[in-house]
C-alpha cells in the first residue's frame, strides 16, 4: 500500500463492489445514500487509531469519544443531513482503566445527543492499540448534495476557518500540555451541520465535500467527482493571522479542518446571501470551479501556483512517513 497509495487502491477497488437494491449513492461520497421505502438514510464510518490519528496523551477518554463522532458528523453534515444513529466499536488494550473506557463511550454519547442522534449499539474487542470506529446513520430531507455536480462558473466556498486545526496538531506533536485555540481546534471539530442543511435544502451547492484530508486534496476528489478543474484565491482563504503568517501550506493542505467545501452557481449567489445569517459560520467565498483541463490549482497575489492535490493519503510512503496526522478521510 506504500507504493500503491490510498486513493490508487480505493480506484481500484470501487468498481468491483457490486451495488444492491436502494442503493442510491455507493462507495465514493462523503456518505452512502440508501433509500428505505420513501426515507433517504446516510451511512459513513471513520475510526481513530492510536498511533496514526493521535497519541494517547493528546485526548481525554471524553475528548477522544467526542472527536471520533465529530468527525463523522462531519460527513453527514456534507451530504446536507442530519446525525441519527451511532454506533461504536471500540478496540481495547487490557490494559485500559474501565474508568477511561465509560468517559470515552459518554463523550460518545454526549456529542451525539448534541447534534440529534443517539447511540444504538457497537462493539467492544481487546487489541494493542486503542481505536475508536464510529458508523453514523444520517437522516435526508430533500435531496443530497454530493461531490459530484459542480459546473464551470460555478463560485467556491468554505466554511469557517482553515489550518488552524493542522497547526493545533503540530503544538500538541511539540508539547502535550499545549492548549488555546488552535489545540482547541484539533481537539474538537466542530461538524457544520445548520449551514449544511440549508445549503441542501435551498439548492444553493451543486457540489459539496467535507474537507478532513486537506483543502486542496478534497477539492480534488469535489473536482474529479464533478470532471472540472478548479480555482483557489490564496489571500481569500478564511485563516487567523497566526495560520497565515505560518505559511500556506497549512491552510491549502494540513487538513483535520472539517469544514464545508462547495460550488455554489453564480444565480444562487443572491439566496445565499440571504440566508447566511442563518448558517450558523461564516462563507467565504475562496475562487471558482473551471473547466477541466485548468486542474487544481491554488494562486497567490504573487501568481505562485500551488497544485492539488498535496494532503494526505494514509499509506503513500510520501505522506505516510508524517506521522501522527490527521483522522482518515471517509467512505
Ligand atoms: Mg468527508
Known sequence: LAKTGEFEFLARLLPRLASGRGVVVGPGDDCAVVAVGRQRWLITTDALVEGTHFRPRWFTPQQLGRKAYLVNASDIAAMGGRPRYV???????????????????????????????????????????????????????????????????????????????????????????????????????????????????????????????????????????????????????????????AGHALALSGGEDYELLCAVPMHRLARMRKLQHRFGCQMTRIGAVMPKSYGVRAVDALGTVYSGPTGFDHFHASTAARRHRRTPRSS
Open 87 to 245: 454506533l461504536a466499536a471500540l478496540a481495547v488494550p487490557a490494559r485500559y482503566p474501565d474508568r477511561d473506557l465509560m468517559r470515552l463511550n459518554i463523550g460518545i454519547a454526549k456529542a451525539a445527543a448534541e447534534t440529534g442522534a443517539c447511540v444504538i449499539g457497537g462493539n467492544l474487542t481487546r487489541a494493542d492499540r486503542l481505536s475508536v470506529t464510529i458508523t453514523l446513520v444520517g437522516e435526508m430531507r430533500g435531496t443530497p448534495v454530493l461531490r459530484r455536480g459542480a459546473q464551470p462558473g460555478d463560485a467556491l466556498f468554505v466554511s469557517g476557518e482553515l489550518g488552524s486545526a493542522a497547526y493545533g496538531r503540530r503544538l500538541l506533536s511539540r508539547r502535550v500540555t499545549a492548549r488555546g485555540h488552535e489545540v482547541r481546534r484539533f481537539r474538537e471539530p466542530v461538524p457544520r451541520l445548520e449551514a449544511a442543511a440549508l445549503l441542501a435544502q435551498h439548492r444553493l451547492a451543486s457540489a459539496m465535500i467535507d474537507v478532513s484530508d486537506g483543502l486542496l486534496q478534497d477539492l480534488g476528489h469535489l473536482c474529479a467527482a464533478s470532471g472540472v478543474g478548479a480555482r483557489v484565491e490564496v489571500e481569500q482563504l478564511p485563516c487567523r493571522p497566526s495560520i497565515r503568517a
